[in-house]
């Protein structure tokens, strides 16, 4: 099956069965949510085929399609993914199918403070489908303005997720996500076209002698050093407001509040990881000088996103903006590991990619069963929950204990990789991102303290516990934490080779170690 479109595959059945869901009466709700759960799991399982082919020795990108879309100015239908692609389009095709068996219920959807009147059970997960769509898309694109295409077009389902289905500010969330993404994707729609008049240029003058956007073409440009530095910065911008990094952070607490819990498991787990996929992809391969130019103001930036993030989650009183500021820490980290430059580094932030995508899912996904049953969001109307609901709890701190990278979990091995990778050539840096672990520890044991621990409040005596459906949706999530934490060697083989290919790209490898003699001087 050498010659099988998977990843064309793979964008369509979320796609037509986003419209099959569409298409069905309004009143027949369970249909549309067996069709919706039916297309997801299929998806999950052509790509499980796939990835089972991927072959760790083999070509950088591989399931390559590539056919002609618009000639005139050099567009292709360009598809391929190389190991850190591939993991991501995992996570995605994983997630999915478990946000619909949790989004079952139709009060599982609320923004959770203010119940929004009735709304479409059909299109909600019709625009979950359409989100699956896109996000497989802006992974396995190969052509600069085929991905421009996804990055933009993933934000019609978010932005309907959150205005239509999210609480009593969704308007404001939906607007403030939507303004802040298009001025992104605007500044790099100008760099995406910038590129097409440089690869046209003749051979001799540093261009391709015809225009293009596919990605293993624009690899070869030489670009003079000033005009690089505009491109870069044009998909940086882009790329760290989807990250989110500070201080362009500002949309995700306030679209996390509002967005309903199902939409946010996808927005903070696999979206945002398009910012950080997109610098390690594009701004480094594209531009490797400019990135290097750069790597000072991005590493700097970083560590502030580290410990203002988690300093600000430990001050929330909402548990979805909690969770919120936490992702702002993690993708501090992320975001430090690819501009380390090194292969600790970089293979931490990726494989971080994934376990952050996995950690806040669960977190998320644990929230927002305790909002179904107390219709807020707030922490204090929690307390004492351990005592009626264990099976709840149990989820709840496992998945907490994941967010402060506790060793045997997942996050674990990939923060630990980001700050040796980060140590050997920024030690300020690495030191004062550390400082992050001990502030989770913090923000995420004094939440759980708050919600779960002490005597069970009169409100939450009557407290479910997690029912099978919900346990369904959790669990498989809950046991791909621990086996990461326990053995990410097979994610991590996966995800090197991409990883090696990228620092050759940028000229740099890992600095040589430092042997001291007996006496203790340096050679």
Not at 178 to 194: D, E, K, N
Request: proline share 5%; hydrophobic share 55%; charged share 15%.
């Amino acid at each position: 099956m050498e010659d099988f479109p998977w990843l064309s595959v793979l964008i369509a059945l979320p796609a037509v069965g986003a419209l099959v869901v569409g298409l069905l009466p309004r009143a027949r709700e369970e249909l549309a949510k067996q069709a919706a759960l039916g297309v997801s799991v299929l998806v999950a399982l052509v790509a499980l085929a796939m990835a089972i082919q991927f072959d760790t020795g083999g070509p950088r990108f591989q399931f390559e399609e590539t056919y002609w879309w618009i000639r005139a100015f050099g567009v292709h239908w360009a598809l391929g993914v190389d190991g850190v692609a591939l993991t991501l389009i995992g996570l995605s095709v994983i997630l999915v199918p478990l946000v619909i068996l949790a989004s079952w219920r139709a009060e599982d959807r609320s923004g959770g403070v203010d119940v929004p009147p009735r709304r479409s059970v059909k299109t909600y997960f019709a625009l979950l489908l359409t989100m699956e769509a896109m996000m497989i898309g802006v992974f396995a694109a190969t052509d600069v303005f085929l991905f421009y295409v996804f990055f933009e077009a993933m934000l019609v389902p978010v932005y309907f997720l959150i205005g239509y289905y999210g609480g009593a500010q969704r308007s404001y969330a939906a607007v403030k996500f939507l303004l802040y993404s298009l001025f992104g994707g605007l500044l790099m729609l100008v760099a995406v076209i910038w590129l097409y008049p440089l690869s046209n240029r003749p051979v001799s003058e540093g261009g391709l002698g015809h225009g293009t956007f596919l990605f293993s073409e624009l690899t070869e440009l030489r670009i003079d050093p000033t005009t690089a530095k505009w491109l870069f910065l044009g998909f940086f911008v882009a790329f760290a407001i989807k990250a989110p990094m500070v201080p362009v952070h500002t949309w995700l607490p306030d679209a996390a509040a509002q967005s309903p819990v199902g939409a946010l498991v996808l927005i903070v787990g696999v979206l945002d990881k398009v910012g950080t996929y997109g610098m390690l992809r594009f701004c480094l391969e594209l531009f490797p000088g400019a990135a290097k130019w750069a790597t000072p103001v991005v590493i700097t930036l970083a560590v502030i996103s580290v410990i203002y993030g988690a300093v600000l989650a430990i001050g929330q009183v909402d548990l979805k903006r909690l969770v919120a500021y936490t992702s702002v820490s993690h993708f501090g980290f992320i975001v430090l590991g690819v501009f380390a430059m090194t292969s600790q580094g970089q293979s931490g932030a990726a494989l971080y990619m994934i376990n952050h995508g996995f950690a806040t899912g669960a977190l998320f996904l644990v929230v927002g069963f305790m909002i179904t049953r107390r219709r807020s969001a707030r922490i204090d109307a929690f307390g004492g929950v351990q005592k009626v609901a264990p099976l709840l709890a149990g989820s709840f701190l496992i998945a907490g204990l994941a967010g402060l990278s506790l060793p045997g979990l997942a996050p674990f091995v990939s923060e630990f990789l980001v700050l040796t990778g980060t140590f050997t050539r920024y030690r300020v840096a690495a030191v004062l991102a550390a400082t992050g672990i001990i502030l989770a520890a913090i923000y995420i044991l004094w939440m759980y303290q708050r919600t779960m621990g002490g005597p069970a409040k009169e409100a939450v005596g009557g407290m479910k516990d997690l029912s099978l459906r919900e346990r369904l949706a959790i669990g498989p999530i809950i046991a791909i934490i621990v086996a990461m934490g326990f053995f990410p060697q097979p994610v991590l083989n996966v995800i090197n080779p991409s990883v090696q290919h990228t620092l050759a790209r940028v000229d740099k490898s890992d600095p040589a170690p430092q042997i001291v003699a007996e006496n203790g001087a340096r050679p």
